[in-house]
C-alpha cells in the first residue's frame, strides 16, 4: 500500500468514527438504527435459537449414548441399556452416559471461552465483527446438515465432534450477533432524540438515563419475544416432519428423526440470517493499539478490562454475580435436560411438543415481564433479583430428588411443568442479564466490557458441567446429586447482585470516563 493510500485510509476510518462528544461523556453516533435493520437484527435470532446446536443435536447425541451403552449390572456390552443404567466408556474411565453429555459439555465451553479469550475482541476493532458472525452461522449451518451423517449408533464418536462443533458455533455466532446490541440501542432515532434533548438540558441525567435503559431493555426483550413466535411456527412444521417420518413407530426412525429436525433447523438459521447479513449497517470499531495484532488484542483487551473493571466496584461486583449464576444456569438446564431425555426416553415428537410448550412459554414469560417492567418502570436490576429467584427455585426443584423418586425431574408430568415453569420464570434471565451489563458499564467503553463479561460468561460455563459430572461419578450415578451444589452456588452468587448498586456504578463509570481522558489506558480512540 502506497503512503497516500494508507493516509487516505486513516482519514476514512476517522470520518466513520466522527462523533459529537456530549457533556456526560457519551458520544452521538453518525449511524442512525433503521426499522429494517432492527428487524433483519430480530429475525436473525428467529433462525439462531439453538434448535440445532442447544436443544436436538445434544439430545441426538445422548440418544447415540444410551443406544451404544449398556447395562453397568451386566458384564460389559452384554445387556442394552435399561432401567439398570447405562455407561459407556469414555476418556479413560467407563461413565453414566448423563455424565459423559456433561464432560464433553464442560470441554465445548473450555474451548470456547479460549477462542473467545483470542477472536472476542475482533468484534471491537475494525470491521471484523459482521464477517465473524457471518462465519461461524456458515460452519454451524454445516455442522447441521452433517448431522445426516450420523444417524447409527455405532457413530456416537462422531456424535461427540459434532455436539462440540455444535455448541461453539451456535454459541460464538450468537456472541458477536450479541455484540452489535449496543451499537443497534445506542442509534435508535428516539435514543439520539433524548440525547440531544439532554445536551440542550431539556431532560435531565436521571430522565434519559432511565429512557436509555428502557430502550435497551425494549430491544433485549423484543428479540426473544420475536424468536419464541418464530420458534414456536419452526416446532409445528418439524411435528408435521416427525408424523411423515413416522418417527414414533421404531427407535431407528426415531434417530433419523433427530438428524433431520437438526438440519432442518440448519436451513432455517441461514434463511433467517441472509437479511442480517445485508442490512446490519458496518459501524467501525476501534484502531488497534500501537504494538498489537489480531492474534494478541484478544489477551491484551481482556487483561486491560479485567483491570479498569478492578477500579468500577459496582461493575466487579456484577462480572462476579454474572461468573457464578451464568455458571449456575448453563449446568442446571443441561443437567435437567440430560434427566428430560431419559423420562421421554429420547422420543423426537415429545422432545418438539414439549419445547413447543417452552418456547410458547417463553414468549409469554419476557413479554409479561417486559410489560410490568415498561408499566410500574422498574429498574433493570429489580427484575433480574426477581428473576434469580426462580432459578433458585429451579435447583430446589432437582435437590428434593436426590432422595426421593416421587419428584426432582423424574417423571414426564414434571417435564411439561418445568417446560412451562422454565419458560414463564426463568427465560428472562437470557434478556436482563445481558441489559445489566450495559446498566453497569462505561458508555465509551461498552463494546469492551460486552467482551468481557461475555469471555467470563464461557469462562464459567465449564467449570460447572465438569464439577457436576465429576459429582454425579463419584455419588454412585445419582443424577440429581449436581443440584446441590447448584442451589448452593446460586445461593452464594445472589448476595453479589444484591450489592450492586446501579446508581452508584453511574457515578463509578462517570469518574473512569473524566480520568480516562487524561491517560490512554486502551491504546486507541
Request: some cysteine.
Amino acid at each position: 500500500m502506497s503512503g497516500n493510500a494508507a493516509v487516505d485510509e486513516k482519514i476514512a476510518d476517522a470520518t466513520d468514527l466522527e462523533v459529537n462528544v456530549l457533556p456526560n461523556n457519551q458520544a452521538m453516533s453518525k449511524w442512525t438504527t433503521s426499522r429494517k435493520e432492527l428487524w433483519a437484527y430480530y429475525l436473525y435470532y428467529v433462525g439462531n435459537n439453538g434448535l440445532s446446536g442447544f436443544n436436538f443435536g445434544p439430545s441426538q447425541f445422548q440418544n447415540l449414548l444410551f443406544l451404544a451403552g449398556y447395562d453397568p449390572t451386566h458384564p460389559p456390552f452384554t445387556v442394552p441399556c435399561g432401567d439398570g443404567g447405562c455407561v459407556l466408556p469414555y476418556l479413560g474411565r467407563v461413565r453414566d452416559i448423563n455424565a459423559i453429555v456433561l464432560l464433553t459439555n464442560g470441554i465445548s465451553f473450555a474451548i470456547q471461552a479460549a477462542l473467545l479469550l483470542i477472536i472476542g475482541a475482533w468484534a471491537d476493532y475494525g470491521h471484523w465483527r459482521p464477517n465473524i458472525t457471518i462465519f461461524f452461522t456458515l460452519l454451524a449451518v454445516a455442522v447441521s446438515f452433517a448431522w445426516l451423517g450420523v444417524e447409527d449408533p455405532s457413530r456416537w464418536r462422531a456424535g461427540i465432534a459434532l455436539y462440540i462443533l455444535g455448541l461453539i458455533t451456535y454459541q460464538c455466532a450468537l456472541t458477536f450477533w450479541t455484540a452489535a446490541f449496543p451499537g443497534l440501542a445506542r442509534d435508535l432515532p428516539e435514543v439520539k432524540e433524548s440525547t440531544e434533548e439532554f445536551r440542550n438540558h431539556k431532560k435531565s441525567e436521571a430522565e434519559h438515563e432511565q429512557f436509555q435503559s428502557l430502550s435497551r431493555n425494549r430491544i433485549s426483550n423484543m428479540s426473544f419475544t420475536i424468536s419464541s413466535i418464530g420458534e414456536i411456527v419452526i416446532l409445528a412444521i418439524m411435528v408435521g416432519i416427525l408424523k411423515g417420518l413416522k418417527s414414533d413407530e421404531s427407535t431407528a426412525n426415531n434417530t433419523k428423526a433427530f438428524s433431520v429436525l437438526i438440519a432442518f433447523s440448519g436451513g432455517v438459521w441461514i434463511l433467517c440470517a441472509l437479511p442480517w447479513f445485508v442490512l446490519e449497517k458496518r459501524r467501525p470499531g476501534l484502531k488497534l493499539p500501537r504494538g498489537t495484532n489480531f492474534l494478541t488484542i484478544g489477551i491484551r483487551q481482556t487483561c486491560i478490562a479485567f483491570r479498569e473493571c478492578m477500579r468500577l466496584k459496582q461493575t466487579f461486583l456484577y462480572l462476579i454475580f454474572y461468573f457464578l449464576m451464568g455458571d449456575v444456569l448453563n449446568t442446571t438446564v443441561t443437567v435437567i435436560a440430560t434427566l428430560q431425555n431419559s423420562v421421554v426416553s429420547y422420543s423426537t415428537l415429545q422432545l418438539t411438543l414439549l419445547l413447543i410448550v417452552g418456547i410458547a412459554a417463553q414468549a409469554l414469560g419476557i413479554y409479561l415481564f417486559w410489560v410490568v417492567q415498561k408499566h410500574f418502570k422498574i429498574s433493570t436490576k429489580a427484575m433480574l433479583l426477581f428473576n434469580v429467584f426462580w432459578i433458585i427455585i429451579l435447583t430446589v426443584w432437582g435437590l428434593i430428588g436426590i432422595h426421593t423418586d416421587k419428584f426432582g425431574f423424574k417423571h414426564v408430568w414434571e417435564i411439561w411443568l418445568y417446560q412451562a415453569f422454565y419458560g414463564l420464570m426463568v427465560c428472562p434471565w437470557y434478556a436482563y442479564s445481558q441489559t445489566m451489563i450495559s446498566e453497569v458499564s462505561p458508555q465509551p467503553q461498552m463494546f469492551l466490557f460486552f467482551a468481557l463479561f461475555s469471555v467470563v460468561g464461557k469462562t464459567s460455563a465449564f467449570i460447572g458441567p465438569f464439577i457436576s459430572s465429576a459429582i454425579i461419578t463419584a455419588a454412585d450415578n445419582n443424577d440429581n446429586m449436581p443440584f446441590a451444589f447448584l442451589f448452593g452456588l446460586g445461593t452464594i452468587s445472589t448476595v453479589f447482585l444484591v450489592l450492586v448498586d446501579v446508581d452508584r456504578s453511574r457515578v463509578e463509570c462517570e469518574e473512569f470516563v473524566r480520568a480516562e481522558e487524561k491517560r490512554d489506558a486502551f491504546g486507541g480512540d
